[in-house]
């Protein structure tokens, strides 16, 4: 029942704070939550700090029954969005909730309303905030904590989200791969072949020069993956933005630029996964919880990496060229990460149609091991 239901919109810091504190609270008995840092979580919701919101914004709410925090919820305009894909969709995320029907309809309902007033006629989630970010919704892969920048869920948020009108929009998948197995002979002929054919060049990022790296790399992304579905370019202050937060915990030999005669034209990016060393921390890095977190950095206490930025040019994507340098960036990535002895690494995510990407994970005997989705609905009466 739905007696001493309530909804709260989040109006400053304080209550920020409290959103953020909803995720932990409703996970307690679940093994596989990984507590966020908050330092992170502030930083990424608030819009005097994150340059997401220099083109979009924002709203959140936080859901009680009896003065306790039952579900969260936010909802997202954004004018990147508007240009690159349709000037009426608007978008929620950071969706989590109790199992309750009552509940999830009332979260729902309110982030509809806002976007309705906002002009929007339809909406698609979760985004948390944005597709260059956390987005989807876990729907399979409950039995494993999620990696680094990847989401977690419950498994009756589906049911949660179809009940309240929303239908399946699109599939992402991550891979996971064995770091310490060897390539398949017949791949590993076409990464020898690469290596040596004199067109082709791939190096490791080079941190002195991380800046112009990153700008590399951010260029071709934006390129490889424009008319992708939903994509949405990162403007240049969002890519400045995420290259000072990966450069914290990013190791050198884990990303690689691919060079087509002298031109670079894909590129790789994998970073540890730092959940795995957060876990005990309760989400505080204060103020003993840094020291921890570095040390374990330094003494390579580090099982696995995740790749969350990986682009191909289009002209070269679909090509033996394209598959050659793909999987010759893989093959560096996993040997370096091997020297540290890690166990695993996940390649996410990946539409499902996205199938030459597919096709090439697959070719290294890369496995599904976790789907994610993104719903939508109709906000027409």
């Not at 990984?34 to 330092?39: A, N």
């Not at 978008?91 to 929007?120: C, H, S, Y």
């Amino acid at each position: 029942m739905s007696y001493g239901l309530s909804i709260h919109r989040v109006k400053d810091k304080q209550g920020l704070r409290q959103f953020i504190d909803v995720a932990p609270h409703l996970y307690q008995d679940d093994p596989c939550f990984i507590t966020p840092l908050v330092m992170e979580r502030m930083e990424k919701l608030s819009a005097d700090k994150n340059p997401y919101f220099k083109h979009a914004e924002a709203q959140y709410w936080i859901a009680h029954r009896d003065g306790e925090p039952v579900g969260r919820i936010s909802a997202q305009v954004d004018q990147l969005v508007h240009s690159e894909i349709d000037p009426k969709l608007g978008q929620m995320g950071m969706f989590e909730a109790i199992n309750d029907e009552p509940v999830a309809a009332l979260l729902f309902k309110t982030a509809e309303n806002w976007l309705r007033d906002k002009g929007m006629t339809q909406v698609q989630g979760p985004f948390n905030l944005s597709v260059n970010e956390e987005c989807g919704l876990l729907i399979d892969g409950f039995d494993t904590p999620p990696m680094i920048m990847m989401g977690h869920g419950r498994s009756y948020y589906r049911a949660l989200f179809e009940v309240n009108g929303y239908e399946k929009a699109k599939e992402m998948y991550a891979y996971l791969i064995d770091i310490q197995e060897s390539l398949p002979p017949g791949i590993q002929r076409i990464v020898d072949m690469a290596r040596r054919n004199r067109h082709l060049h791939v190096r490791p990022l080079d941190m002195k020069n991380f800046d112009h790296d990153l700008k590399i790399c951010f260029s071709i992304f934006n390129k490889a993956w424009a008319g992708n579905w939903g994509f949405v370019p990162f403007t240049d202050e969002e890519a400045l933005h995420a290259a000072k937060s990966m450069k914290q915990v990013l190791i050198a030999e884990w990303g690689r630029i691919a060079y087509y005669d002298d031109k670079p034209v894909a590129f790789m990016i994998a970073l540890p996964d730092i959940n795995g060393m957060i876990g005990d921390l309760d989400g505080k890095l204060l103020p003993f919880g840094w020291a921890k977190f570095l040390w374990r950095l330094k003494m390579n206490d580090i099982e696995g990496m995740r790749v969350p930025l990986m682009g191909i040019l289009p002209e070269h994507q679909k090509t033996p060229v394209g598959a050659a340098l793909a999987l010759h960036m893989i093959e560096d990535v996993r040997l370096a990460a091997l020297k540290r002895n890690l166990q695993r690494g996940e390649l996410s995510w990946i539409l499902e149609d996205n199938m030459g990407m597919r096709n090439i994970i697959s070719r290294i005997e890369s496995v599904v091991y976790k789907t994610y989705a993104i719903f939508e609905k109709s906000l027409l009466p």
